[in-house]
């Protein structure tokens, strides 16, 4: 079974510029999580989905970052404009829905590079 | 909020040699889960071990235990017997039962194995 796939890999984009990152959760999995490392600091939370719907999206920065999962399967995290501050690695993780144990799966993340 | 504290940014460890990495958390919550993860050099993030607050008793799996000191709020994780895939970085993390299912992360520990 594949597991989380997070695409691009790298992604190297100039202030100002639009970015779209894209992550493929487990098949099956209704709960979708974007995290993101800035500067080798922690890992933060930025939003929760459970399906298509955003579950919590305490953790988004600022209106900068707009984050959507239409028919509840891939979701986009998109950055316009983008800052110098928002470098960092953007993960992606799912789970599924109502189990007690509710394992987060990670994907390998999106390392974003702004100049 | 709840915080967690990696307070060793790097260790070191000899090949079949033992080594413990620290983790405390701060929380109010009589009730929550605790995880290691970890994420090997250009790889995703997987989980390690896990550890709910209500079990006394500490969670192994294999050459992995934690210490669970639920007073002290310290989680640290012991590796026996390292080996040279165990390098990697190395993140405690928090989930509250009342906050979704959002994870708390420390700032990690980068563990490197000698041979």
């Known amino acids: ?115 | 909020a709840q915080t967690v504290t990696q307070s060793q940014p790097e260790m070191s460890v000899q090949e079949a040699e033992t080594v413990t990495l620290s983790c405390t958390y701060d929380t109010s919550e009589s009730d929550y889960y605790l995880f290691w993860y970890k994420q090997p050099p250009s790889r995703q993030m997987i989980l390690v071990i896990r550890q709910e607050a209500y079990k006394q008793q500490n969670a192994t799996e294999n050459r992995f235990s934690v210490n669970f000191q639920k007073a002290a709020k310290s989680f640290s994780l012991k590796i026996s017997d390292s080996q040279l895939g165990d390098a990697a970085m190395y993140f405690c993390a928090y989930r509250s039962p009342n906050a979704g299912n959002m994870l708390t992360f420390g700032g990690g520990t980068r563990l490197m194995v000698k041979p």
């Open chain 1, 1 to 115: 079974e594949a597991g989380v796939t997070q695409f691009p890999s790298h992604s190297v984009i100039e202030k100002g510029q639009t970015v779209t990152l894209r992550c493929d959760p487990i098949s099956g999995h209704d709960n979708l999580y974007w995290y993101r490392r800035v500067m080798g600091k922690e890992i933060k939370f930025l939003l929760h989905f459970v399906k298509e719907s955003k579950q919590d999206e305490s953790g988004m920065p600022n209106n900068r970052f707009l984050a959507e999962r239409t028919g509840g399967t891939y979701s986009t995290l998109k950055v316009q404009p983008a800052e110098l501050e928002d470098s960092g690695v953007y993960f992606c993780a799912s789970s599924l829905l109502g189990t007690a144990d509710n394992e987060q799966y990670f994907g390998p993340g999106t390392r974003l590079t702004v100049t």
